[in-house]
């Protein structure tokens, strides 16, 4: 069972990797400037690197809990700024930005839970606490 966390970060994060390094592209800068947001430029690249420092920290378990709290803030303005589904008339445009909506809500609702319980017992930040509080039995068990 100490592993399933391990498993959960793994599959929670290749989503920020990807994002976050497609940011640095002019189309997606493009993209986000023609749905209206403001300073697309600097923006889109800050939300790349928010979704890439919390992306690697999670999945390393690397300082887990600032790590998700930077996929919070990439993840709320993201969903809100690309996908205001109520801003549609189109039926199908409507429908899809409104699944988008809801799955971006739902990943910001695990990145909550990754906020508060941390990386769990096989990552850096176990490991690190261990070492911090001296007790070799936990630093050999967080490593396994």
Do not use: C
Not at 4 to 22: D, I, K
Not at 47 to 65: E, M, T
Not at 85 to 99: E, K, L, N
Request: proline share 7%.
């Amino acid at each position: 069972m100490k592993y399933l966390p391990v498993a959960g970060r793994v599959l929670f994060t290749p989503l920020f990797l990807g994002a976050g390094f497609a940011h640095f592209a002019k189309e997606p800068i493009q993209h986000a400037a023609a749905s209206g947001v403001p300073m697309a430029d600097l923006l889109v690249p800050v939300s790349g690197v928010l979704a890439l420092i919390g992306g690697f920290s999670i999945l390393l378990g690397y300082k887990a809990r600032w790590g998700a709290w930077a996929i919070v803030a990439f993840m709320l303005p993201v969903t809100f700024m690309m996908h205001p589904f109520w801003a549609f008339t189109d039926p199908m445009q409507h429908q899809i930005h409104q699944v988008m909506f809801m799955k971006n809500i739902t990943i910001t609702g695990a990145a909550l839970l990754i906020a508060y319980f941390g990386a769990g017992p096989v990552s850096l930040d176990a490991r690190k606490k261990a070492r911090f509080e001296g007790e070799p039995e936990k630093l050999a068990r967080s490593v396994v």
